[in-house]
């Protein structure tokens, strides 16, 4: 299987900093285990758009976007569940 990119955006990026130490290890390592497996088991896609998907890091959640052309894992957002949906 082919290796992704995973690429961050620039909003996910400030939320990233946000976080505390742990809580941002644990996201940045599931960020990048999407670069070898971009839909992971607990991964699911969002309704309402055609190519984001989402995947569960403890009460927090990564919205990513894949592009299969080019193999990469775009991070579009991250953040606790309650907030990151809006």
């Not at 961050?8 to 990233?16: C, F, G, H, N, V």
């Not at 940045?28 to 285990?33: F, I």
């Not at 088991?41 to 990564?62: C, E, H, M, Q």
Request: hydrophobic share 40%.
């Amino acid at each position: 299987m082919a290796r992704y990119r995973v690429e961050i955006s620039r909003t996910a990026e400030k939320q990233l900093r946000k976080l505390k130490v742990l809580d941002r290890r644990r996201v940045v390592q599931a960020m990048m285990g999407l670069g070898e497996d971009p839909h992971p088991p607990g991964s699911r896609k969002l309704s309402g758009y055609t190519d984001v998907f989402r995947i569960r890091v403890g009460v927090f959640r990564v919205l990513y976007s894949v592009e299969r052309r080019r193999l990469i894992v775009i991070i579009l957002k991250l953040g606790h569940r309650k907030d990151v949906y809006r």
